[in-house]
């Protein structure tokens, strides 16, 4: 069974310009997270996904951070414009439905700022 | 609020001395509880899971983890460290009705020493 899959795996921009991510989740696995990771830090939650619709969104930073799931398979984070702040690894995740919990992650994108 | 607690930042031990690693975690009831194991540049990978039902629990690599619910506590163990065992590993509660919303804890960054 194919994981999660994450591209690119890096990425260097500078201050004030955009960025997107895509993320292809595990083949039948409804539900889908987004994940930041600061350096030192565990990921945070950013969105969840179930299908194409959201289901949390509370700590993804509207201003600048949007993110689809069209279809309900796979799915992009776009940055923009992107602050210094936002240089982490962007995971991705996935699960069944029925087993929220039980999540499988990518190996994730990390966003370097500059 | 729920909240998860690693104290130790980094831990050094010998390879084949035993190692255990503290997680403390805040929840109004039972949670879900998980450690996850990142290696260096991948993402996430589930070692072990507790849902409920006996609280020793046995993963993936030799680990196993104990549920003590009088101590919030909810420790990782392994009997004899091998070298490969060296990466950052991360303490998560996920709520029963929160649809899979994972905390995680800061990590702590397992080194090994020949």
């Known amino acids: 069974e194919a994981g999660v899959a994450q591209s690119p795996r890096y990425k260097i921009i500078e201050k004030r310009q955009s960025v997107a991510f895509w993320c292809n989740p595990i083949?039948?696995?409804?539900?889908l997270y987004w994940y930041q990771q600061i350096l030192g830090q565990g990921p945070k939650l950013l969105i969840q996904f179930q299908n194409n619709g959201v289901v949390d969104d509370s700590q993804l930073p509207k201003d600048r951070f949007s993110a689809e799931r069209l279809k309900g398979v796979d799915s992009t984070l776009k940055i923009q414009p992107a602050k210094l702040e936002d240089s982490a690894v962007y995971l991705c995740?996935?699960?069944?439905?029925?087993?929220?919990?039980?999540?499988?992650f990518g190996p994730g994108t990390r966003l370097t700022v500059t | 609020a729920q909240s998860v607690t690693q104290p130790d930042i980094h831990i050094t031990v010998s390879e084949g001395a035993s190692l255990e690693l503290r997680c403390n975690y805040s929840?109004?009831?039972?949670?879900?509880l998980f450690w996850y194991v990142q290696s260096p540049g991948q993402g996430l990978q589930l070692l072990l899971k507790y849902f409920s039902g006996d609280t020793l629990v046995q993963g993936i690599k030799g680990f196993e983890a104990e549920f003590k619910r009088s101590q919030s506590s909810f420790n990782l163990r392994k009997p004899s460290v091998h070298w490969s065992d060296a990466a950052e590993y991360f303490c998560a509660v996920g709520a029963r009705n929160q649809g899979g919303k994972l905390i995680f804890g800061q990590g702590t960054e397992l080194s090994v020493k020949p």
């Open positions: 995740a996935s699960s069944q439905r029925d087993r929220a919990n039980e999540q499988y």
């Open positions: 929840y109004g009831a039972t949670p879900y």
């Open positions: 083949s039948g696995h409804a539900t």
